[in-house]
């Protein structure tokens, strides 16, 4: 893919009528021509790699190709002249800059095959760094990174899974007396299933997703635990499709047991991950590895539980090789998830709850902090399972998500 992209924008050069592109796209490419009679030409789509195919096969919005300087440049998101490309009408020189990362790269040859293959040779050897810099500089800009820097980016799954696990959202049981367990009165349940779904809205444009997680755990004693959760999404943004999964390995620690009503529990997680994102319109993705440590501190009162949760994580890029292409994660970022909740309950089978988290991006990133409020409704059908059914929404600067999830839970 990163052959690709160079490839179409070192070599493409377009010279046609002014046409209107379709508003809300993520990506525009505005070109124009350096010689002979001044054209220009204004086309965008939801898919990157189809764009710029079109411009150098000169096919769509770029079929009246002529031979002729041309300079071009590429808008992603809300990111404008990300990419700026400049060829002459031989096809024997070509340059590509990326502001963002101070890269500049000018190619010539002694005729057009020349051109393309020195370019092809660049790509191979040295273009998945340089674009997988110029992918974290999108994460760090736009609200179309997928791999980090939004409230649906990668990332923030990742963390907000442990999170919402070990901190915010542990086993809703019947708060009481100690029970032979201690481990069932805070950590998670044994198997969970979560569905969820939701729309967003952002400066690139309106989109909607469905995610969900699964996770299995063992019990080692009454005080510590493994857990074993895969987190998923699949996101769409105008029109663009985006995937991301996960693994966590958590180690639930319970450090202060509940003794029943008007005592303290204390839960410590550490939890050690790994995801991919990718998306082959947004010519972007990524995989990394990282880690991080939860905690949960609960106060029974009576028919309620007031829980405070805190969360930190790290996250660093690792690079994948396939055959003769190679993808380059330039990933470093640490996420801090604070938030408090309240549940309440009524009787022994149905319990309500609220609560609000607060998010950081520590490194750079196109929403560096949102707002979560959460609630939700749940069912105990015994002592051993249950149902959740909960809103959760993400509000940062420019990036709104409203959603919501539903959890069954089992215990053994």
Known sequence: MVERIFRVFLVGAVSVLATVARAG??????????????????ASGSSLPDLVSNLIKSEGSFSSLSNQNVSAGLRYGNVNNAILVTRNAAG??????????????QFTAANQHD??????DYARKNGAT???????SIDQRSDLGIVDGNPLAATALMAGQAYKQFGLLPEPFMPGERRPDPLDQVATPRLAFDLGGGSTHSAT??????????????????RVGLTLATPFMYREIQGANAFEIGEEVSLPILIVPSQ??????????????????GSLDLAAGGTFVGGGVTSSLSYQLDGFIFTLANHASYFHGVPVSAGRYKLDTALDQEVLKNGVKVTR????????????????????????????????????????????????????????VNGGSVQFYFNY
């Open 345 to 400: 309950y009524f009787g022994n089978a149905l319990f309500v709850d609220a609560g609000v988290t607060y998010t950081n991006f520590l490194e750079k990133a196109a929403v560096k902090e949102y707002w979560t409020p959460t609630a939700g409704v749940g069912v105990r059908f015994n002592e051993r399972a249950g149902l959740r059914v909960g809103y959760a929404g993400d509000f940062g600067h420019g990036f709104t």
């Open 260 to 277: 029943g009503n008007r005592t303290l529990s204390w839960l410590v997680t550490p939890t050690a991950a790994g995801g991919v994102a």
């Open 92 to 105: 024997t020189s070509a340059s590509v800059s990326i502001p963002s990362i101070n890269f500049t790269k």
């Open 25 to 42: 796209d993520p990506f525009v490419v505005n070109a124009q021509t350096t010689s002979g009679t001044p054209q220009s030409v204004t």
């Open 205 to 222: 444009g309106n989109g909607y997703f469905a995610d969900g997680a699964f996770s299995f755990g063992l019990r080692f004693g009454d």
């Open 130 to 136: 340089t674009y997988g810099k110029f992918i974290r």
């Open 115 to 120: 051109l393309n293959k020195q370019i092809e």
